[in-house]
């Protein structure tokens, strides 16, 4: 029986190729999410958002959480938009991307009436990892919605 020190070692060129392409797959398996853009807004027409802004009446029937994801991997992943009231968890939604340079989605929040204040979303990935955050505030108004109410 030989000794280790005997034994000779023979790669082939072929199985090195395959093994850095292996390698290569698996590091473009892994890239992070990034978010391009983050707005908030009053509706979304044509995924678009309409009226970005970081103020609200609460006289809105709806606030849209409006993100653009650059996820490079072979297949979808997820994100979550996680609602957080006047710095206390309210809700969160996780929304599938797709492989894309630009990949448009949005979550909303709904009758503001009752939620006048700060808020903030945070976007993060299914690891758990924060990849962004935008803060709003809900603003109070009158009846006729002409004035804020102190």
């Not at 390698?23 to 044509?46: D, H, Y």
């Not at 849209?64 to 969160?92: D, G, M, R």
Request: one cysteine or more.
């Amino acid at each position: 029986m030989n000794s280790s020190s005997d034994m000779d070692v023979i790669f082939h060129a072929d199985s090195i190729k395959q093994s850095a392409e292996d390698t290569s797959r698996v590091i473009r398996a892994f890239r992070p999410l990034i978010v391009n853009e983050i707005f908030m807004s009053e509706s979304i027409v044509n995924r678009t958002p309409i009226k970005p802004n970081t103020e609200f009446p609460d006289s809105l029937e709806s606030i849209y959480c409006f993100t653009t994801i650059e996820n490079l991997n072979a297949s979808p992943q997820v994100i979550t938009h996680k609602w957080w009231y006047e710095n206390q968890y309210f809700s969160e939604i996780d929304i599938e991307v797709g492989r894309s340079y630009n990949w448009r989605c949005w979550s909303k929040i709904s009758n503001l009436s009752d939620w006048p204040g700060l808020w903030k979303v945070f976007v993060s990935d299914t690891a758990g990892s924060q990849l962004d955050s935008i803060s709003f505030v809900v603003k109070k108004v009158d009846s006729v919605g002409l004035r804020r109410v102190q």
